[in-house]
């Protein structure tokens, strides 16, 4: 379902700035989630396809306000590290500490291919550059995977809502059953994860108990 209030906001932002500000509303996107791509990147098509704005400024704007904002969000990572990105994120409404915790996992466990990929996933296509940033991935490889991630992500939608024309507001539907199954599948990656970790510190020598090694020395002494 359509977010009334925030459709009006990227309308009125792009009648003030054109395609400018479609680029505008996608950095703000990237760096403050909540704010639905599937809304922003579908109404500039649709606005492009009425004369309102060019179409290959809109693709170019909202691909420039993606790295914009994935940069944003690489330094705050880099600067802050990622426990106090964690209490942050605590704090600011509609932001789960747990979509923050299953990126984590996925950059962990995809690495560089998490940024690209990651960047044509909900949630995670704005959150993934936090742990790049927390882990200082190499900024030129990070500005590379962002820019081609996000160019197919919102070309995408763009063309999406130029060709539905006014019935734009379809993709919303189709992203919201994607993000479900996405976000589902993530949350198992991460027990998966945990489970791995556990099973290994235990495997090791937990607390209170000795490694194998020092079992071994201990039964020919």
């Known amino acids: 379902m359509i977010d009334s209030g925030a459709a009006q906001w990227v309308t009125d932002l792009m009648s003030t700035l054109g395609s400018p500000g ?8 990237n760096i403050f989630p909540p704010l639905p791509s599937e809304v922003i990147l579908p109404l500039a098509g649709f606005t492009a396809s009425t004369g309102g704005m060019n179409l290959y400024a809109a693709l170019l704007w909202t691909t420039i306000g993606s790295v914009v904002g994935a940069l944003a969000l690489y330094g705050i990572g880099a600067a802050w590290g990622r426990d106090r990105v964690v209490a942050l994120a605590a704090k600011v409404p509609l932001v789960k500490v747990a979509d923050i915790e ?45 820019t081609l991630g996000s ?4 070309t995408a939608f763009v063309l999406a809502g130029f060709f539905l024309g006014a019935q734009w507001e379809l993709v919303s539907g189709y992203v919201s059953a994607y993000s479900k199954v996405v976000l589902a599948a ?12 556990v099973f290994r510190s235990s495997g090791t020598g937990g607390p209170g108990g000795r490694a194998p090694k020092e079992d071994a020395r201990a039964d020919r002494s």
Request: no cysteine.
């Open 22 to 29: 479609a680029g505008l509303a996608i950095a703000l996107e």
């Open 151 to 154: 160019a197919l992500w919102n």
């Open 102 to 146: 299953r990126t984590e996992a996925w950059f962990e466990r995809h690495g560089t291919k998490a940024v690209f990929f990651g960047r044509m996933i909900p949630v995670f296509r704005s959150l993934v550059s936090v742990p790049a940033g927390v882990e200082r991935m190499r900024l030129p490889v990070f500005l590379t995977l962002t």
């Open 186 to 197: 993530a949350a198992l990656a991460l027990l998966v994860l945990i489970g791995l970790r």
